[in-house]
Each structure stands twice: as structure tokens, then as C-alpha cells.
């Protein structure tokens, strides 16, 4: 069982930056592709962002070079720092954790999930 904690969400105006945060329970954290999603009001939950245990990233059009997802494994930590924010980026922010994936994008794939933190960036 993995347990994950979001931390790190908040009010920032357009063009601000946040760094989020997820700590993860458990002693295998550096074999779990890690996973961030995000839900808007009245929208389905929508991939950002993947870092997976070799390292290799991946992200959503809508956020390539703005947002950097990182790890730190002697921390149980991933990170998703975000920069020139928008908008359109306010939402619910989810880690996710899976230790065997196909495609990252889809929700259903990962098997445990944080809390999320809120982000709202006002214009």
C-alpha cells in the first residue's frame, strides 16, 4: 500500500509559480512511475505530467515548458514545479503512483492517488 500527500497548492496571480509536492509512503518509491493529474470544476481529471522510474518525462501539450515534474527518491518525494501560470491551470492537483503502466495519460492506469491540493491563479 502507498500512501500519497500533495502539499504545496494555493492562490497565485497569472504569471506567478508554484512548486507542489507529493510524499509518498512506503519503501519501493523509486519503482512507481509517478503521475500528475489535475480536475478543473465541471472537467474530467486530466494528465499533466509523468516521471517514471528510469526517469523519463512526459507532459501535457498544455503545459510543456512551464511545468517540470522531478523525484526524489531518498525523499519519497515528486515534485511538479510550475511557472507562468495561467488561468486556465486552476484546478485540483492529484499525484498518482503505478509500479506497471502502459499509458501514463489515462487515470485508470495508476493505483494509488493523493488527496490533491488546490491551485487557482487568478487573472
Known amino acids: 500500500q502507498v500512501q500519497l500527500v500533495e502539499s504545496g497548492g494555493g492562490l497565485v496571480q497569472t504569471g506567478g509559480s508554484l512548486r507542489l509536492s507529493c510524499a509518498a509512503s512506503?519503501?519501493?518509491?523509486?519503482?512507481?512511475?509517478m503521475g500528475w493529474f489535475r480536475q478543473a470544476p465541471g472537467k474530467e481529471r486530466e494528465f499533466v505530467a509523468v516521471m517514471r522510474s528510469g526517469g523519463s518525462t512526459s507532459y501535457a501539450d498544455s503545459v510543456k515548458g512551464r511545468f517540470t515534474i522531478s523525484r526524489d527518491n531518498a525523499k519519497n518525494t515528486v515534485y511538479l514545479q510550475m511557472i507562468s501560470l495561467k488561468p486556465e491551470d486552476t484546478a485540483v492537483y492529484y499525484c498518482?503512483?503505478?509500479?506497471?503502466?502502459?499509458?501514463?495519460?489515462?487515470?485508470?492506469?495508476?493505483?494509488?492517488w493523493g488527496q490533491g491540493t488546490q491551485v487557482t491563479v487568478s487573472s
Open positions: 498518482a503512483a503505478a509500479l506497471t503502466i502502459y499509458y501514463y495519460m489515462v487515470s485508470g492506469q495508476y493505483d494509488y
Open positions: 512506503g519503501r519501493t518509491f523509486s519503482s512507481y512511475t
